[in-house]
């Protein structure tokens, strides 16, 4: 059974850093699609980031590039994003993704991807 475990929220002053983990379990992150969204009260589930292991890519939403990193620790199953000089337009529930394919150009569509994990709550104060 497909799970994942997302975890590492809290909160944090602008200009913090976060490391936001998600713990991947009855599959291997190595030969999966792994991606974070976020969605704020009120908006859409949005796209921060997405990680292909079996074709080395990433990606990262306009909004977070430059502030965002995310990789993966095999030995872990377990896909991690670090988050610095946190904004509170950041402020939202991240959640973590996994799809056995994605079209790359459709990462950032949460209706594409197949497995979720719970959310965890970054929040940003001013």
Do not use: H
């Amino acid at each position: 059974e497909v799970q994942l475990q997302a975890s590492g929220g809290g909160l944090v002053q602008a200009g913090g850093s976060l490391k936001l983990s998600c713990a991947a379990s009855g599959f291997s992150v190595d030969a999966y699609n792994i991606g974070w969204f976020r969605q704020a009260p009120g908006k859409e589930r949005e796209g921060v980031s997405c990680i292909s292991s079996t074709e080395g890519t990433t990606f990262y939403a306009g909004s977070v590039k430059g502030r965002c990193t995310i990789s993966t620790d095999s030995a872990e199953n377990t896909v991690y994003l670090q988050m610095n000089s946190l904004k509170p337009e950041d402020t939202a529930v991240y959640y973590c993704a996994a799809d056995v394919w994605i079209k790359s150009s459709w990462w950032g569509r949460a209706a594409e991807w197949d497995y979720w994990g719970q959310g965890t709550q970054v929040t940003v104060s001013s």
